[in-house]
């Protein structure tokens, strides 16, 4: 199954400055492999967050964080409730 396909919703481009605050919290789960300066794990449980846009506020989940080239890092979130552009 393509990412495409696992999409509830389309997406369309939108920039704009963002604040996300992680929620206290811990998860518990196993390590998958190891490295000397690295580990995959999988674990049970959420991230939850809250993202501030336009001085609105979003609650929602991480469901994915993938590292970017330049030393950024892209998160991928499941909102509660409905982004208004």
């Known amino acids: 199954m393509s ?7 389309n997406r369309r481009e ?3 400055p963002t604040a996300m605050v992680l929620a206290a919290g811990s998860l518990e789960g196993e390590t998958v492999n190891a490295s000397e300066h690295g580990l995959l ?6 991230i939850s967050v ?5 001085d609105k506020e979003y609650r ?14 892209y998160y991928a979130l499941d909102l509660e409730d409905t982004f208004e552009q």
């Open 60 to 73: 929602g989940r991480l469901v994915r964080a993938e590292p970017m080239v330049d030393g950024g890092t």
């Open 3 to 9: 990412e495409n396909e696992r999409r509830k919703n």
């Open 14 to 16: 939108y920039v704009a």
């Open 50 to 54: 809250v993202v501030k846009i336009k």
């Open 41 to 46: 794990i999988r674990a049970t449980g959420t």
